[in-house]
């Protein structure tokens, strides 16, 4: 049994070490100077430059125009990922309800055709949506980086099984108290799809914060520009002394891995306490 224990422990710790340790040797790396990176390659100690090259990397304003920081950019990415995450759970809320509790003729051929968007890629309707966001004069907007994609097939599907999956005593229930459709659902579907919404939350945060071809797509403007953007253009835009900034480049990796972290460990205690709550 031991034995057993500590073969099941061996596995996850060496799990453990083998998706940390690129992040690990990424953040050690970005505390040394680019020549140093330059010269002897990927470093596993801690170095001198931490403070200045984060502060650089936050702070300092570069790009093309000279006005774009880390910091901005990362606030882009955010409001980015936060509009994706909360337009997705509403819109995906709201047809998953509309299709389960209202009666409507074809509500399962819309639903099935509206599962079918996901044979649809964004590459495949990329150049369409560019073509009606730049008519509509969106470009270089944060309406036009997170309108277009907020249709989830994915977030109605998970919806549309958990509201299923509701007992239709609490629907009688609600009638003989005569509440009415917006008041089923807010006081009695949104506290039961809490750890719905936090599932889904932690997958559209995490999908809006690291889109990359869509913001390209849609941003000229530097002030619009994300972390997932910076990152490429950091090396092609913040060069000193003829030696790329990796330093600054592995830095910004790791910023970038920050917030989806810290959304994932939070949301994921709400998820199972919501889960422990629920068999109560």
Do not use: C
Request: hydrophobic share 55%; net charge neutral.
């Amino acid at each position: 049994m031991y034995r057993t224990k500590f073969f099941d422990h061996l596995i996850l710790i060496s799990g453990v070490i083998f998706m940390l340790g690129p992040l690990v040797v990424a953040f050690t790396t970005s505390t040394h100077s680019a020549a140093e990176i330059h010269t002897h390659g990927l470093m596993l100690s801690i170095g001198d430059d931490f403070t200045s090259t984060y502060d650089k990397v936050l702070f300092k304003s570069g790009g093309f125009t000279g006005q774009v920081t880390g910091l901005t950019m990362a606030m882009n990415s955010l409001i980015l990922g936060l509009g994706f995450a909360i337009g997705k759970i509403v819109l995906s809320m709201l047809a998953a309800y509309a299709i389960v509790y209202f009666r409507f003729r074809f509500a399962t051929l819309a639903f099935w055709l509206i599962f079918t968007t996901l044979l649809l890629p964004l590459e495949v309707r990329i150049m369409p949506s560019y073509k009606v966001m730049s008519d509509l004069g969106l470009l270089n907007s944060y309406q036009g980086l997170i309108l277009p994609l907020l249709a989830s097939a994915t977030g109605t599907f998970f919806f549309r099984q958990f509201f299923k999956s509701v007992p239709d005593e609490l629907l009688e229930a609600a009638r003989i108290d005569n509440a009415g459709p917006f008041k089923f659902f807010v006081d009695i579907l949104l506290p039961l799809s809490r750890t719905m919404i936090a599932a889904v939350f932690i997958i559209m945060f995490v999908y809006g914060w690291n889109q990359y071809l869509w913001p390209m797509l849609m941003t000229t403007d530097e002030g619009f520009y994300t972390l997932m953007r910076g990152i490429k253009q950091i090396l092609q835009v913040w060069v000193g002394a003829q030696i790329p900034d990796y330093n600054e480049a592995f830095a910004m990796a790791v910023l970038a891995m920050l917030p989806p972290v810290i959304v994932v460990v939070v949301f994921q205690s709400w998820f199972i306490k919501g889960l422990t709550e629920t068999d109560k």
